[in-house]
């Protein structure tokens, strides 16, 4: 059978990919050998600067640029309308779902503050009270692949309850048992705040997701919540988020996704506001997906996907 599809991959290694995984349907090319530009259906990249390398005037039957990143949000919104902008879902999200269990362990156990008063030669042992997970309220911000592995994480190790913030209230039955609650209106969640005692964001960033944790979100929270962030730093409004924070010293925030990200000549590390010098946080650098393999994962699930994401869009979908 002929190949349907052809598409270009912009990434590095995109030579041994390309040999090393074959998708029956889809012809792969890369910058370096010969391909014709107008036959390519779909780009395969994973930052918009490879865009840049391209003249896509001559690409006159491109429809599909796929990131092999979950999310989009860096890609220009001049691309978005002209193109389908699709991200891969999927392939690390087990990894992103236990850096989000072990955020929220590590604000409930108080370990990075141990650790440091620790360094300086105190010892609180019984002083400071830990907060148990076990039976918890845990709201997750949608329920993409890595909302449903969390899911399934706490309710598997704490029995927790299981709330839910998502677009429909129609869920697969295999997930039905992780699941207590689905929402799907800003005004009852806003309503059931007050319940919760994790909450962790899963949403993508877009343009009805910037700032959807906002001062009216966090003033609903619980003093000693604890707040995960594991999808996009915009979604949680930058300022709201310090000042929650700064107000609210029984509440604690586990972070790996941020508002400024350092250039790699410097690599120092700033936000707008100073959450360096608050105690009631722990930051990671945006890598709760890398570990051994990782970059791979992503191209390996891009790969696959694109075909169906062109067979998609082929009928109408």
């Known amino acids: 059978m002929e190949n349907n599809f052809s598409v270009l991959l912009l990434f590095k290694n995109a030579e041994k990919y390309k040999s090393k995984y074959k998708v029956k349907g889809v012809q792969f090319y890369t910058p370096f050998e010969p391909y014709k530009p107008e036959e390519i259906d779909a780009l395969l990249l994973f930052h918009s600067r490879e865009l840049k390398l391209l003249n896509l005037e001559e690409f006159s039957n491109l429809r599909i640029i796929k990131t092999i990143t979950a999310g989009t949000d860096h890609i220009p919104p001049e691309y978005h309308k002209k193109y389908h902008v699709i991200g891969t879902h999927g392939p690390n999200a087990i990894y992103i779902a236990e850096h989000a269990l072990s955020l929220a362990l590590s604000c409930s156990r108080k ?57 429909s209230v129609r869920i697969h039955h295999l997930l039905r048992g992780r699941v207590n609650k689905i929402i799907t209106d800003r005004n009852e969640l806003i309503k059931n705040l007050g319940n919760m005692d994790v909450v962790i964001n899963t949403l993508p960033l877009t343009p009805q997701t910037q700032n959807f944790i906002d001062e009216t979100f966090f003033f609903k929270l619980k003093n000693d919540v604890i707040i995960v962030n594991v999808s996009r730093g915009r979604v949680i409004k930058e300022s709201a988020l310090f000042e929650f924070l700064k107000s609210r010293p029984m509440a604690c925030a586990g972070i790996d996704v941020w508002y400024k990200y350092p250039d790699k000549k410097s690599n120092k590390f700033r936000q707008n506001y100073p959450f360096e010098t608050l105690d009631n946080i722990v930051m990671t650098p945006h890598n709760a997906p890398v570990v051994k393999g990782y970059f791979e994962n992503m191209v390996k699930g891009a790969m696959y996907q694109i075909k169906w994401d062109l067979l998609k869009l082929t009928k109408g979908g």
Do not use: C, W
């Open 111 to 167: 370990l990075v503050y141990h650790t440091e008063t620790m360094k300086k030669g105190k010892f609180h042992q019984t002083d400071i009270l830990s907060k148990s997970l076990l039976g918890s309220n845990v709201l997750i911000l949608g329920f993409g692949p890595i909302g449903r592995y969390t899911a399934g994480l706490f309710k598997r190790a704490f029995s927790s309850q299981i709330y839910v913030y998502k677009k």
